[in-house]
C-alpha cells in the first residue's frame, strides 16, 4: 500500500524558512518522480515543484521559484521541500504527491500546515 | 502564462449525467487529469491521460478530450460524487490545476 506521510509545517514569520518532508513508503521511491502541491485555505490546488525519480531534474512554479528547493534522498525514501523567504500567501496546506513531470499524481498524502505570520 | 479553466459550479440529480469541462490553448495537444477532492480529504486521481480510469475508480467516471476542452463525464451520478473537481495538464515543465469546479448533486 502506497503511504506518503508529510511532516515539518508549523508557524513562521514572514521571511523565515522552513524544511517539509514526506516519508514514503509501499512502491520503489527511486523509480518515481514526485511532487509539492499546495492549497491556501478554502483555495483550489496550486501544483509548487517537481523532482524526478533520480533527483538530476527540479521543476517550479514561478510562484516560487528561487526561494524553494524540492530535493530527495532514495536512500531514506524521503521527499523534502525546503522553503525559504516565505510569505503571507505561501500559508496554505501542502501536499506530498507520487508523479511528476507529465505524469499524474497518482497517490496523495494528507497534508501539513504552514502558516506564515 | 497557460491557465485551465472550469466552471465553477455545477449542479446534478442524483441518477443523471454530469459534465464538468476544462478548457485551455492547445489542450488537445496534452494529457490532462482529472482530481477528486471530498471536504477535508486529499485529492484522488479519477482519470489520467485524458480518458484512462485508475483502479479502484467506479466505471461511471470517464474523460474525453476534444479541441482545447477536456471533459469529465459521471453517468449515473450518485450522492457520494458531490466534491470538488479539478483538471490538470503539464504545459512544459509547469504542471497547471484548474480553478476547480464544485459539484453539486441534489
Known amino acids: 500500500e502506497v503511504q506518503l506521510l508529510e511532516s515539518g509545517g508549523g508557524l513562521v514569520q514572514p521571511g523565515g524558512s522552513l524544511r517539509l518532508s514526506c516519508a514514503a513508503s509501499?512502491?520503489?521511491?527511486?523509480?518515481?518522480?514526485m511532487s509539492w502541491v499546495r492549497q491556501a485555505p478554502g483555495k483550489g490546488l496550486e501544483w509548487v515543484s517537481a523532482?524526478?525519480?533520480?533527483?538530476?531534474?527540479?521543476y517550479y512554479a514561478d510562484s516560487v521559484k528561487g526561494r524553494f528547493t524540492i530535493s530527495r534522498d532514495n536512500s531514506m525514501n524521503t521527499l523534502y521541500l525546503q522553503m525559504s523567504f516565505l510569505r503571507v500567501e505561501d500559508t496554505a496546506l501542502y501536499y506530498c504527491?507520487?508523479?511528476?513531470?507529465?505524469?499524474?499524481?497518482?497517490?496523495w498524502g494528507q497534508g501539513t500546515l504552514l502558516t506564515v505570520s | 502564462s497557460y491557465e485551465l479553466t472550469q466552471p465553477p459550479s455545477v449542479s446534478v440529480s442524483p441518477g443523471q449525467t454530469a459534465s464538468i469541462t476544462c478548457s485551455g490553448d492547445?489542450?488537445?495537444?496534452?494529457?490532462a487529469c482529472w482530481y477528486q477532492q471530498k471536504p477535508g480529504q486529499s485529492p484522488v486521481l479519477v482519470i489520467y491521460?485524458?480518458?484512462k480510469r485508475p483502479s479502484g475508480i467506479p466505471e461511471r467516471f470517464s474523460g474525453s478530450n476534444s479541441g482545447n476542452t477536456v471533459t469529465l463525464t459521471i453517468s449515473g451520478t450518485q450522492a457520494m460524487d458531490e466534491a470538488d473537481y479539478y483538471c490538470?495538464?503539464?504545459?512544459?515543465?509547469?504542471?497547471?490545476f484548474g480553478g476547480g469546479t464544485k459539484l453539486t448533486v441534489l
Open positions: 504527491a507520487k508523479g511528476g513531470w507529465l505524469n499524474p499524481l497518482d497517490y
Open positions: 509501499g512502491f520503489t521511491f527511486n523509480n518515481y518522480a
Open positions: 523532482i524526478s525519480g533520480s533527483g538530476d531534474n527540479t
Open positions: 492547445k489542450l488537445r495537444d496534452k494529457y
Open positions: 491521460l485524458n480518458t
Open positions: 490538470q495538464a503539464w504545459d512544459r515543465t509547469t504542471a497547471l
